[in-house]
């Protein structure tokens, strides 16, 4: 069966410090891949998403970035945080674009 | 924004109740999908629902689409403490980008 891990859960950071969010599946092979944030009490956000190795697609303007150096591997990185990127991060993976998506467990960005 | 509105922001109903919150959305989709937060983790996927589709059952879940008026709904039928959650639509258009609600958060008073 399939899996996905993504850590950390919690995660306090400085303004200005750098960001490393990793999320991992297993089960699977060439799974589409997606970050996502959430406001506190709000929808998702997708920030980025990935069809393979390499091809990385932005969806909204900011100071993150995401990487994807294995198959089933997806990074979500930043260089400076802001406040403004405190939130809820959400990996997800599905089959294929449109279809039904399956999360991690996420980790609570406080940028303070 | 082609994201979705679910209706109402908040419910709360007793246990043994039904509860039913609607979406509606703005573009042509594929598919309309409902997922379940609870409070602090992931997003859990329930059903989804094509476009060609108008009513879909799961369990005690049942979702309707009206394509006509852009709209879904999601009942639960005889509810229970444990459906206590944040519950969302999901849109895929055709170009099979997902767009997500704001959410309906249920609390079910046992």
């Known amino acids: 069966s399939q899996t996905i891990h993504q850590w950390p859960a919690t995660l306090v950071q400085p303004v200005g410090s750098p960001l490393s969010l990793e999320c991992t599946v297993e089960?699977?092979?060439?799974?589409?891949l997606y970050w996502y944030r959430q406001a506190a009490g709000r929808g998702l956000q997708l920030l980025f998403y990935?069809?393979?190795?390499g091809q990385i697609s932005s969806e909204v303007p900011q100071n993150l970035s995401a990487s994807r150096p294995q198959d089933r591997q997806f990074i979500l990185s930043s260089k400076k945080l802001l406040l403004s990127d405190s939130g809820f991060y959400l990996c997800?993976?599905?089959w294929g674009l449109g279809q039904k998506l399956f999360f991690g467990s996420g980790t609570q960005l406080s940028v303070l | 924004s082609q994201q979705g509105e679910e209706d109402p922001q908040a419910l709360s109903i007793q246990e043994g109740e039904n509860a039913t919150m609607n979406c509606s959305y703005k573009?042509?989709?594929?598919?309309l999908q409902w997922y379940r937060q609870n409070s602090g983790r992931g997003l859990v996927h329930l059903i989804l629902?094509?476009?060609?589709?108008r009513e879909k059952h799961s369990g005690r879940l049942r979702v309707t689409l009206d394509t006509s008026k852009k709209s879904s709904s999601l009942l639960i039928t005889a509810s229970r403490a444990a459906d206590t959650a944040s519950y969302f639509c999901?849109?895929?258009?055709?170009?099979?980008?997902?767009?997500f609600g704001t959410g309906t958060s249920l609390t079910v008073i046992p």
């Open positions: 997800a993976w599905s």
């Open positions: 573009t042509s989709i594929n598919n």
């Open positions: 629902i094509r476009s060609n589709e």
């Open positions: 999901a849109t895929a258009d055709t170009g099979n980008q997902f767009y």
């Open positions: 089960g699977t092979s060439n799974p589409n």
């Open positions: 990935s069809v393979g190795i």
